[in-house]
Antibody
Framework: EVQLVESGGGLVKPGGSLRLSCAAS????????MNWVRQAPGKGLEWVSS????????NYAASVKGRFTVSRDNAKKSVYLQMNSLRAEDTAVYYC????????????WGQGTLVTVSS | DIVMTQSPDSLAVSLGERATINCRSS????????????LAWYQQKPGQPPKLLIY???TRESGVPDRFSGSGSGTDFTLTINSLQAEDVAVYYC??????????FGGGTKVEIK
């Protein structure tokens, strides 16, 4: 069974930093790209970042480029999102999502971790 | 970026009746090379992550009840829920994957019971 478990969310002040983690199991992690998708309270879904299986291709939404850094450790079957210079508008549930069909739609999602940016 | 527009924002449907949700993309998501529409639908129930329902605009994900169906091509798509059940109350999102890495979602449609 595929499982994605996010951690690392919490309350942080504007301008602060936070590192999210996503631990994966149940599939060949090193063969698949991974993604982060966020959802502000009461709002819709926003793709944030993707990282290819070997970390050779990394992409970000314009709203986070230059502030967020995605990385992965295939030995630990984990993907990370380092978030710096956080703003109030970054407040959201952050989901780790996998596209096991290799087609850029998300067939598996974690439960999400809440990031709140507030003074 | 391709902009995805869903309508309506919300709808209330009686149990056993049909719900129809529309999704329009700002440019075609039909790939000429394989004649596939790069369009997916998700269901999100309160307090849960999204769940993939349909991909390639009309291919139902394994385990998804056959009362859910997707249709459309190019820029206009529809998610139909036949014979609405109480457990179908959720927000539904469309997503284009035609232009990675920029993957965009529609704004969502909330389905409630009338």
């Amino acid at each position: 069974e595929v499982q994605l478990v996010e951690s690392g969310g919490g309350l942080v002040k504007p301008g602060g930093s936070l590192r999210l983690s996503c631990a994966a199991s149940g599939f060949t992690f090193s063969s698949h790209s991974m993604n982060w998708v966020r959802q502000a309270p009461g709002k819709g879904l926003e793709w944030v970042s993707s990282i290819s299986s070997s970390s050779g291709y990394i992409n970000y939404a314009a709203s986070v480029k230059g502030r967020f850094t995605v990385s992965r450790d295939n030995a630990k079957k984990s993907v990370y999102l380092q978030m710096n210079s956080l703003r109030a508008e970054d407040t959201a549930v952050y989901y780790c999502a996998a596209d096991l069909r290799l087609e850029a739609f998300f067939d598996h999602w974690g439960q999400g971790t809440l990031v709140t940016v507030s003074s | 970026d391709i902009v995805m527009t869903q309508s309506p924002d919300s709808l209330a449907v009686s149990l056993g009746e049909r719900a129809t949700i529309n999704c329009r993309s700002s440019q075609s998501v039909l790939h000429n090379s394989n004649n596939k529409n790069y369009l997916a639908w998700y269901q999100q129930k309160p307090g849960q992550p999204p769940k993939l329902l349909i991909y390639w605009a009309s291919t139902r994900e394994s385990g998804v009840p056959d009362r859910f169906s997707g249709s459309g091509s190019g820029t206009d798509f529809t998610l139909t829920i036949n014979s609405l059940q109480a457990e179908d109350v959720a927000v539904y999102y469309c997503q284009q994957y035609y232009s990675p890495p920029s993957l965009t979602f529609g704004g969502g449609t909330k389905v409630e019971i009338k």
